[in-house]
């Protein structure tokens, strides 16, 4: 059984740094790519970020770019990251990660179809 668990959110103020988890079990990660997405009060769920596990290439949303970075533990073989940094008020949301039904990096959402329960994130002075 696919699951995945998400944590790590928080409040933290405007150019500080968070480090979500996504705990995976029941599967491999090297089959899948693995998603970032979060959700903003009235707003659709954007793609944050993606992780190829076949061969360890990622991908950002243009927002996140040189703040945000994505990586897998090698050592746990069962958990990927989302480093946050430089975050910015408008970051706040809850952040889902979620795995992919198609082998190439998306960040759109009809193409994942397991979901983490989500993590609040909010950046609030």
């Known amino acids: 059984q696919v699951q995945l668990v998400d944590s790590g959110g928080g409040l933290v103020q405007p150019g500080g740094s968070l480090r979500l988890s996504c705990a995976a079990s029941?599967?491999?990660?090297?089959?899948?790519?693995i998603g970032w997405f979060r959700q903003a009060p009235g707003k659709e769920r954007e793609g944050v970020s993606c992780?190829?596990?076949?061969?360890?290439?990622?991908?950002y949303t243009f927002s996140v770019r040189g703040r945000f970075t994505i990586s897998r533990d090698y050592a746990k073989n069962t958990v990927v990251y989302l480093q946050m940094d430089s975050l910015k008020p408008e970051d706040t949301g809850v952040y889902y990660c979620?795995?992919?039904?198609?082998?190439?990096?998306?960040?759109?959402?009809?193409?994942?179809?397991?979901w983490g329960q989500g993590t609040q994130v909010t950046v609030s002075s």
């Open positions: 992780i190829s596990g076949r061969n360890g290439a990622t991908f």
């Open positions: 029941g599967f491999s990660l090297d089959d899948y790519v």
């Open positions: 979620a795995t992919a039904r198609v082998t190439y990096l998306s960040l759109a959402s009809a193409e994942y179809n397991n």
